[in-house]
């Protein structure tokens, strides 16, 4: 993997814990950032993670709160103002699906994707955005995907909240540009984590025969890319989407 270094700089990681997350928060610390990772309540997993950092553990700080929660989003700054001088970088990487048609998709379902994934990237970005425009820089990078651009079946609710990320970033990238702002998302295809884990075997193979690459990506390959967004030498990249789907 390419050498980078973060040394000094600050980077928040929602759904820092698990999957796409830790390889994020883990690539982040080795490259000598301070890391704020989020998790929304599995306090185990996120302790298990913390503990098998062999490379900047003294670097991260984890904290648990619901990113789709307007207030406590709010809080979460607060508290962020009190241990850190700025703010470089923010991840929005939380998301969760519930999948089902949309004639049997009900209205819980719908409003949890789309207020943990649409309206937690809103409101971490808005308070992110309040601490980057007086230092005339930063870096905001949304986790989306291929199903906001393809709307897989059984995924509308889903489908939508990550549309509306790459909408959302489009509009944000544009207003903060003069700051030296980038906006920007990364849209990974099938990448090897629980998130597909549970998926029936012959519904991975499928999913797999369909990727060109002929294999699932690595969280590490996700990790590439969104610190290739965070860097100084991005800033010619604002309102973009890199896909990294192996050509999905």
Same mark, same amino acid.
């Given at each position: 993997m390419t050498t980078f270094d973060f040394s000094?700089?600050?980077?928040?990681?929602?759904?820092?814990t698990r999957g796409i997350g830790a390889a994020i928060t883990g690539a982040f610390l080795k490259a000598g950032a301070t890391v704020v990772a989020t998790y929304a309540g599995n306090h185990a997993a996120a302790q298990a993670f913390a503990a098998a950092q062999a490379v900047g553990a003294e670097r991260l700080h984890l904290r648990c709160f619901d990113v789709g929660d307007y207030a406590a989003a709010e809080e979460f700054y607060r508290w962020f103002d009190t241990s850190f001088k700025a703010l470089e970088v923010l991840v929005n990487n939380a998301g969760i699906r519930r999948d089902g048609v949309v004639g049997m998709l009900s209205k819980d379902d719908w409003d949890a994707v789309l207020r943990t994934n649409l309206t937690g990237s809103f409101a971490m970005s808005k308070f992110a955005i309040m601490r980057m425009l007086p230092n005339r820089y930063g870096r905001i990078i949304n986790i989306t995907s291929p199903s906001g651009r393809e709307g897989f079946e059984g995924q509308a609710n889903?489908? @939508?909240?990550? $549309?509306?990320? /790459?909408? #959302?970033?489009?509009?944000?990238?544009?207003e903060v540009a003069k700051r030296r702002i980038t906006v920007n998302c990364v849209s990974p295809g099938f990448i090897d984590t629980e998130f597909i884990g549970a998926l029936?075997?012959?519904?991975?193979?499928?999913?797999?025969?369909?990727?060109?690459?002929?294999?699932?990506?690595?969280? @590490?390959?996700? $990790?590439?890319? /969104?610190? #290739?967004?965070?860097?100084r030498e991005a800033a010619y990249v604002t309102g973009s989407v890199l896909e990294i789907t192996g050509g999905l």
């Open positions: 000094g700089q600050t980077a928040i990681v929602t759904g820092g889903y489908a @939508a909240s990550k $549309a509306g990320q /790459v909408a #959302f970033m489009r509009s944000l990238s544009k029936p075997p012959e519904q991975l193979k499928a999913y797999q025969d369909s990727v060109p690459v002929k294999r699932f990506g690595q969280p @590490a390959e996700v $990790a590439h890319g /969104v610190l #290739f967004l965070a860097t």
